[in-house]
């Protein structure tokens, strides 16, 4: 993550930490897991680059968005901000998206499908904003 724009001491834009030519696997416990201690911890934002992004039909446990979050952000200098957040956290761009959903999926699935399918163009963002 940079900071893109600073728009005054207490105000600031940062960019997405990347994660790009990846696999990842939107219904794998182990992928969630990771990616949520990502986003709790020092990158809030994430963007998927040039990835493989699987669903099989199965439960999605991800940070899906920050609703009036505050988290502690690490600086340069070891400062730390409280930073707040609102706003999707995953955003994909340029990625191939491979489904295999074999049954109906849960709800977290379903929502996440209707949302990546109602979606057009090189970049999609979780949940649809």
């Not at 834009?13 to 219904?27: A, K, M, P, Q, R």
Request: hydrophobic share 35%; aromatic share 8%.
């Amino acid at each position: 993550m940079r900071i893109t724009k600073v728009i005054d001491p207490h105000k600031f834009e940062i960019s997405e930490g990347l994660y790009e030519n990846c696999v990842f696997t939107l219904d794998s416990a182990r992928d969630d897991d990771r990616i949520n201690a990502i986003l709790s911890g020092s990158t809030p934002l994430l963007k998927f680059k040039h990835c493989t992004i699987i669903y099989k039909g199965g439960p999605v446990n991800l940070i899906l968005a920050w609703k009036n979050q505050t988290i502690p952000m690490q600086f340069g200098g070891g400062q730390v901000v409280n930073t707040a957040f609102n706003q999707s956290t995953l955003n994909f761009e340029n990625c191939i998206f491979v489904f295999s959903i074999p049954n109906a999926p849960p709800p977290s699935g379903e929502q996440i499908t209707r949302t990546l399918l109602a979606q057009n163009g090189p970049t999609l963002v979780l949940p649809g904003s």
